[in-house]
């Protein structure tokens, strides 16, 4: 079974549904035999790098709020945020441009530590108030991440480098008319939308299991041999 999975690390339901994802694998009892990959997704790709206005001032601007509404909408995300253990400090989160933050995910990818990264990016944008659209901040992450540092300078400095993969990402996106994420494809079949409960994903995966997985092999109930023809010819079975 495989799992596509678009979103972006500035968005929070992203990181909410990324865990009730994986609480719902945690409880699947063929966990070994999904495959998730994470794809690119920019909310907004026009987006500026942190400027100095908070979140709460972001939101509000955005969506023609007070201060207070935002800070309230806010809120109730964070509340969703720790139904499954995860924190979100939304007086220290720095709103940027994550173009560069996706292609350092995609040469992550080619070295085997795009999970780990993806994690440091999402936790140290939510939690650790991290500026990830900041040059020496991604370094910083994907070196923790166990990736060379000056070849991670040198991808980001090279505005080209793993463009055309992040941009594949989204051109395949809007084929599917994905306008917003987290989005979840199951075997190029099956779509969830947003970060839905832990029990959705569970039930989700159960219907595609049961009705996509390879048959089990038979259990033979026969009870003599040479009975049968095969390979054009018939074995005839001795007198007893």
């Not at 530590?113 to 944008?125: A, C, N, T, W």
């Not at 075997?187 to 839905?196: D, M, R, V, W």
């Amino acid at each position: 079974m495989k799992i596509e999975v678009w979103s972006d690390y500035v968005c929070p339901f992203c990181y909410i549904g990324k865990r009730r994802l994986e609480e719902a694998l945690n409880q699947f009892p063929h966990k070994e035999q999904v495959e998730v990959e994470f794809k690119s997704f920019e909310l907004d790709p026009n987006s500026s790098t942190y400027s100095g206005q908070n979140i709460h001032e972001v939101l509000a601007k955005k969506y023609g709020m007070s201060l207070e509404q935002a800070k309230q909408a806010n809120n109730g995300v964070g509340q969703q945020a720790a139904t499954v253990g995860l924190t979100f400090n939304f007086d220290e989160m720095k709103p940027t441009n994550t173009f560069d933050a996706h292609r350092i995910a995609k040469f992550a990818k080619k070295h085997g530590k795009e999970p780990v990264l993806s994690d440091k990016l999402l936790q140290g944008y939510f939690t650790a108030g991290k500026d990830i659209g900041d040059i020496e901040t991604l370094a910083d992450m994907a070196e923790a991440s166990g990736l060379d540092r000056q070849e991670v300078l040198a991808v980001i400095q090279d505005k080209t480098a793993f463009a055309n993969e992040v941009r594949a990402d989204e051109g395949v996106a809007q084929q599917y008319q994905i306008t917003g994420v987290p989005y979840f494809i199951i075997n190029s079949k099956y779509a969830i939308s947003g970060a839905q409960p832990i029990e959705t994903f569970k039930g989700a995966l159960e219907k595609v299991w049961e009705e996509e997985a390879p048959a089990s092999v038979l259990q033979d109930l026969s009870t003599e041999d040479d009975v049968s023809c095969a390979d054009g010819s018939c074995v005839i079975p001795e007198k007893k």
